[in-house]
């Protein structure tokens, strides 16, 4: 058994916003556990990408990942292996085999991996969804007390919620000159807003039920998308991300404009782009996208997409490389399937208890003026699943003041409306994520 790296788990292992008082400690301790030692990951997924760049940031190097879909699940310069071929490749007894996976399925696969090892059984396990947070929080609050930016394209996939981020805030306000604070407004820290519902991809299990959204096509209008987000934000202290999401971003044809306008709120930090990268930016879109301050998050779905598709997000990665626009491209994601809106039985405990467990209860929609608590509402609204009720904000109802009193109210709802119509994070299936509705 790796001692060490035990210990470091008993003593900083946590699921999320956990503390991290002595960054360069936690960092070193960590470093100093798994040096020496052959280091495996366990889940090839998003979760173990992330975990090779985290890793490399302390100067390890993963040896190998092992993944059931290992034909289809890949991580730079890491082979990934099938499971059956563990009891081969890691032989030495101090091996370290950390699962890389959501907290939520480390016992199913914990199990998996005993019934895989069999009578060998002796490598010893890690839980890395308690290493996840206490790792990326210590990189982030090193680079904060050396003055250097953090890598904001990596935030949406580093699984902590930008939302609760201090470190986030704190590093953009100390980067971004001229960022200001609100003071005494609402609390509420990121708005994910709708664009429109065009998109170039029809995805069975898309979260803002685009293929199902029941109202005709169209983009959204720009200036109620910049009027919605400059409201918003004259009742927010300070907004550290505005996400845009669709349909598909990269479609709309006052992007460029859009972004523009709203990096120049100055309580805003952040725009967040989530692109499914197969249309390629324009060259004025290139240019909005060039600044320090915007983002692109490429969710790449090729392995349920034909050659062509793949090529064209080949295509944009290449354009925001050349271009040197920060982005990351996320292959291949597991999804939860939402499509469900049956009524469970939760009482108000239990619904308060399923919102705090659930890794989305902060994904806020801004569709129209109206600010939706969670996007399952948002899309069972589009989709005719479910009502507009009274949790849903009107931003343009009433002076500013009274919309931060809102906007707190709305922000300090123990569960959002939806969570009576949803099986997240409990029984939900997962699936793959982009898979096309069959016409
Ligand atoms: S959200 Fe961003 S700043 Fe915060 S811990 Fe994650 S990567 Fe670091
Ligand atoms: S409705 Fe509740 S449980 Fe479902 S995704 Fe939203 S916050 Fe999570």
């Avoid at 760049?53 to 099938?82: M, P, Q």
């Avoid at 009742?235 to 990269?250: L, M």
Wanted: glycine fraction near 6%; include cysteine; hydrophobic fraction near 35%.
């Amino acid at each position: 058994m790796n001692k060490d790296l035990r210990r470091w788990i008993d003593q900083y292992g946590c699921h999320d916003m956990c503390e991290v008082k002595e960054p360069s400690k936690i960092l070193a301790e960590l470093k100093s556990s798994l040096l020496g030692h052959d280091v495996y990951l366990y889940g090839a997924g998003a979760v173990g990408n992330t975990f090779v760049r985290l890793f490399r940031c302390l100067g390890i190097e993963v040896k190998a990942a092992f993944d059931k879909d290992y034909l289809n699940r890949k991580i730079e310069g890491i082979e990934t292996f099938s499971p059956d071929y563990m009891k081969a490749i890691m032989k030495k007894e101090d091996d370290v085999l950390i699962i890389s996976s959501n907290w939520r399925n480390y016992d199913v696969i914990s199990e998996y991996i005993d019934h895989v090892l069999g009578e060998i059984g002796s490598i010893e396990k890690y839980n890395g969804s308690l290493m996840h947070a206490p790792l990326q929080r210590a990189i982030c609050a090193e680079k904060n007390l050396r003055g250097e930016r953090i890598e904001y394209h990596e935030c949406p996939s580093c699984f902590m919620e930008r939302n609760y981020c201090d470190l986030l805030k704190n590093n953009l306000l100390a980067c971004k000159k001229g960022l200001n604070i609100n003071r005494g407004m609402s609390k509420l820290p990121l708005i994910g807003v709708i664009l429109g519902n065009h998109c170039s991809l029809r995805c069975e299990h898309c979260v803002e039920s685009i293929p199902f959204n029941r109202f005709s096509r169209s983009f959204e209008d720009k200036n109620l998308i910049i009027d919605s987000i400059s409201r918003m934000a004259k009742s927010i202290e300070f907004v550290s991300v505005i996400d845009f999401v669709g349909g598909e971003p990269f479609l709309h044809p006052d992007l460029p404009e859009i972004i523009e306008e709203v990096i120049k709120i100055p309580n805003v930090g952040l725009v967040n782009v989530f692109t499914n990268g197969t249309v390629t930016p324009s060259e004025k879109l290139t240019q909005a996208l060039k600044n320090d301050f915007v983002v692109v998050n490429i969710s790449d779905y090729s392995n349920q997409l034909g050659e062509e598709i793949i090529e064209r997000i080949n295509k944009t990665e290449l354009v925001l490389k050349t271009e040197k626009i920060p982005y990351v491209r996320v292959k291949n994601m597991t999804w939860f399937d939402m499509s469900s809106y049956e009524k469970n039985s939760d009482t108000e405990e239990e619904l308060a208890k399923r919102f705090h467990d659930c890794r989305i209860n902060s994904c806020h929609r801004l569709y129209r003026g109206m600010l939706f608590r969670c996007l399952h509402l948002y899309a069972g609204y589009v989709s005719g699943h479910l009502s507009l009720d009274e949790t849903v904000v009107n931003i343009f109802d009433g002076s500013s003041e009274e919309l931060a009193i809102k906007l707190d109210e709305f922000w300090n709802r123990p569960y959002s409306s939806a969570c009576q119509y949803c099986e997240l994070p409990y029984i939900s299936r997962l699936v793959p994520s982009g898979k096309q509705v069959e016409s």
